[in-house]
């Protein structure tokens, strides 16, 4: 027996290999412009995280390891980038890369994924730059959402980072693009961009699918 499929929100069924319901789906604000992130510059953020649609399909995606779910996160991820003017304005006379935010090692092996890696090569693949794999977690930090203090998440996040091997395959002066799944009070991006700057890009940008 084949049973229905449900909706990650309300828990109606749905057909297909759709995540949400259309209604879901259809109530998700697309932010038309980026975020401000108080010190840490601007970010493009597709919708806000206390948005219930968005909440249960990133619920799906780390709590229950639905893979799928990554596929209208990432629809919504380019539609902001569109409609904000960032794909029509990122300069193409440079060379350009996306760095996802990783995960612990040991949280990508238990879940079988990195979320954001995963996510950052569809969005890849929609914006025509690839993938590096240029940061690393070199220690095992409290997820930033349990925290409430906003100096204790700069403290849990720092020098959690390191560049990769593959980093070397970003040359100076290009343009980097981070990628994160969710962006809370922006330490963590912070973070990835004081490390990332060490390879020297021309300018760094910052995407997300949800933020607070
Ligand atoms: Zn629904």
Known sequence: MILPALCANCRDPISGKNILCRRCSESVIIRRSPVHLSDHG??????DYADPSVRGLLKELKYNGFL?????????????????????????NKDIF????????????????DQAEEMAKLIGKELSVPVIRALKRRKWTV????????DFRELNIKGCFG???RSKAISKGSIIIIFDDIVTSG???K???RIIRSLRPSKIFLVSVASR
């Open 68 to 92: 799928a779910a990554t596929v209208p996160l990432v629809e919504m991820a380019v539609k902001h980038l569109t409609i904000s003017g960032f794909i029509s304005r990122l300069p193409r």
């Open 143 to 150: 997820p930033q959402s349990d925290i409430k203090d906003n």
């Open 98 to 113: 996306l760095v996802p935010v990783p995960v612990h090692m040991i949280k990508k092996w238990k879940r079988g994924f």
């Open 163 to 165: 560049l990769t091997k």
């Open 42 to 47: 601007i970010l493009f953020s597709a919708t």
């Open 191 to 193: 973070e990835a961009g």
């Open 187 to 189: 330490a963590t991006m």
